[in-house]
């Protein structure tokens, strides 16, 4: 498949397809209207173009709950977080499991329970969403979220997502823009993407 083979219009437009984000339709209805040219992010195309990996931190909990919304688990901005798990070829990948966690508005992190923690399959099309809130900043870290892809007879990928135009950014030691997110305004809160490319 070509490098070009899921375009941003074919990646904004295939979202009307699921049903849990109806609600979210007029939304990314204007993102499709102002970004159909962008391409995915990252490239994809070869090996060099996997997402880079990062660490897990210090507050990776396994054996999270299967679960897409986090809104209910605390206030804060509401975010909802889209995208692919793709391969270096760009193909789909269905049924690998992703991980989200990440600290709550206040930059504290739920170590003993389940709060802002959980993970999906990616359907058939390489697809995922999940519905949480804009994290917390924390001393020495700037705002992030944590993932972690296991795609099937695939090689798991630990990562972090960050937020474009933090100030924190260009502080925190392991920041890489590579793994910044694209933002965009919806009717409620934001909408964020990132594209994973796995070895897979």
């Not at 070509?2 to 990646?11: E, I, T």
């Not at 993970?119 to 972690?148: C, K, N, W």
């Not at 474009?164 to 030691?173: F, Q, V």
Request: hydrophobic fraction near 35%.
């Amino acid at each position: 498949m070509p490098r070009d083979a899921l375009s941003r219009r074919g990646f904004v437009t295939g979202w009307f397809a699921l049903p849990f984000l109806s609600a979210l339709s007029l939304s990314v209805n204007r993102l499709a209207a102002q970004n159909a040219s962008l391409p995915l992010t990252p490239q994809c195309g070869s090996p060099e173009d996997l997402t880079r990996a990062q660490t897990a931190g210090p507050f990776f909990t396994p054996d999270t709950p299967l679960k897409r919304a986090f809104r209910g688990d605390g206030h804060g901005e509401p975010v909802t977080l889209i995208g692919f798990v793709l391969n270096p070829d760009c193909r789909p990948l269905a049924d690998a499991a992703v991980e989200l966690w990440h600290a709550d508005s206040s930059g504290r992190y739920d170590n003993r329970g389940h709060l802002f923690r959980g993970h999906q399959r990616s359907d058939d099309a390489g697809r995922f969403v999940f519905e949480t809130i804009l994290p917390g900043r924390y001393p020495g870290r700037t705002r992030h979220f944590h993932v972690m892809i296991r795609p099937q007879g695939g090689k798991p990928l630990t990562t972090q997502l960050y937020f474009p135009g933090e100030r924190g950014n260009r502080r925190d030691s392991i920041f890489h823009e590579s793994l910044l997110m694209e933002m965009n305004p919806a009717a409620d809160g934001k909408i964020a993407r990132f594209d994973f490319v796995v070895d897979a």
